[in-house]
């Protein structure tokens, strides 16, 4: 789905409204999965109805990967307000959170754009939506998983 054909976009009209709190913190792979019509979609876009946000570390990885397929700068930054994506900083206190959790994924390959998500995750206590079935082997305090695959 390219930002230019939007209006066929996964969310019924009208469009949800961006919210500072949410229900979700969207990992980029939830979001990419929602972007590319993955399986487990139709999950983000019932997190998304509701409210979601994102830590902007997921935002940069999305942003990224969608302009590595090609897609422009205006096409990437327009998905994010078609979605109504709460974009959260990356503020000093989730960042040494996400550094402590450094350890405790490591095994699972996880990186510092996961890290960033489950810390947004549990500094705001809403659940982290993930593509990553590695994540449902965490056990981390405050932090809740949820997978959409």
């Given at each position: 789905?390219?930002?230019?054909?939007?209006?066929?976009?996964?969310?019924?009209?009208?469009?949800?409204?961006?919210?500072?709190?949410?229900?979700?913190?969207?990992?980029?792979?939830?979001?990419?999965?929602?972007?590319?019509?993955?399986?487990?979609?139709?999950?983000?876009?019932?997190?998304?109805?509701?409210?979601?946000?994102?830590?902007?570390?997921?935002?940069?990885?999305?942003?990224?990967r969608l302009q590595m397929?090609?897609?422009?700068?205006?096409?990437?930054?327009?998905?994010?307000?078609?979605?109504?994506?709460?974009?959260?900083?990356?503020?000093?206190?989730?960042?040494?959170?996400?550094?402590?959790?450094?350890?405790?994924?490591?095994?699972?390959?996880?990186?510092?754009?996961?890290?960033?998500?489950?810390?947004?995750?549990?500094?705001?206590?809403?659940?982290?939506?993930?593509?990553?079935?590695?994540?449902?082997?965490l056990d981390l305090e405050?932090?809740?998983?949820?997978?959409?695959?």
């Amino acid at each position: 789905m390219r930002a230019s054909s939007m209006s066929s976009s996964p969310l019924a009209e009208p469009k949800p409204r961006r919210i500072e709190t949410a229900v979700v913190i969207l990992d980029a792979s939830a979001t990419l999965a929602l972007i590319l019509k993955e399986p487990g979609a139709a999950m983000v876009v019932d997190a998304l109805r509701v409210g979601a946000s994102m830590s902007a570390v997921n935002v940069a990885e999305v942003a990224a990967r969608l302009q590595m397929e090609g897609w422009s700068e205006s096409e990437t930054g327009m998905v994010f307000d078609e979605l109504c994506i709460h974009i959260r900083p990356f503020d000093a206190a989730t960042a040494l959170l996400s550094g402590r959790y450094r350890i405790s994924t490591q095994a699972l390959g996880l990186g510092l754009g996961d890290r960033a998500c489950l810390a947004t995750a549990c500094t705001t206590g809403f659940p982290a939506l993930t593509a990553d079935r590695a994540w449902i082997q965490l056990d981390l305090e405050g932090v809740e998983v949820r997978c959409i695959r």
